[in-house]
């Protein structure tokens, strides 16, 4: 499913959001300040964030983000209506805006918006094989595969952003979590799994390719 951060210092901003997004069946992250947002961003697809925030200002992460080359679409929540901090905003690098007070179908429907121009689909489909992220199910040639949750996470991460390529450090902080405690070689022995229950090879992969140096890549149809 995608993942959506949403960093607010009202609790009750972040509980009916929430409540939002995970009946649009995504994964919900969340975050009371800068400080906690700085470690979960690399985690989110999508992240929405309050432009006033103890730790960091919504503008200092958008900021901090772009410089460490993430690339998810951001959405900020703000008090200020003001054209020139629109502005001020959008040159730092935000995608979008919602003028507090907002309705949560609104900003849903924008997070919905910034998922789909990023590719990020409910039901995915490279040759033979498909990803049902809402049904969470994989199949190949319309057979069912067996796989982990652990699996179909990896699966889902890689498939969603196919072309792009991942390093063991990022794909352990996107699957796995901050705080697990393994090594990057984790990674590559769930992709070995995963590749044998594809019917995939290292050497012709149809669907799982290594970037030498780097990680791993999702081949493009």
Known sequence: MPTVLIVDDDPAILEILGAYLRADKQTVLEAGDGTAARLLLPRADVAVLDWMLPGASGVELTQEARAAGLTLPILMLTARGEEEDKLHGLDFGVDDYVVKPFSPREVAARVRALLRRIGVQDDIRIGDLRVDLRGHQVTIQGEP?????????LLSALAQHAGMAWSRERLLERVWGLDFP???????????????????????????ETVRGVGYRFREA
């Open 182 to 208: 393994g090594t990057e070689r984790v990674v590559d022995v769930h992709i070995t799994n995963l590749r044998k229950k594809l019917g995939d090879t290292s050497d012709t992969p149809r669907y799982i």
């Open 145 to 153: 595969l067996d796989l982990s949750k652990l699996e179909f996470t």
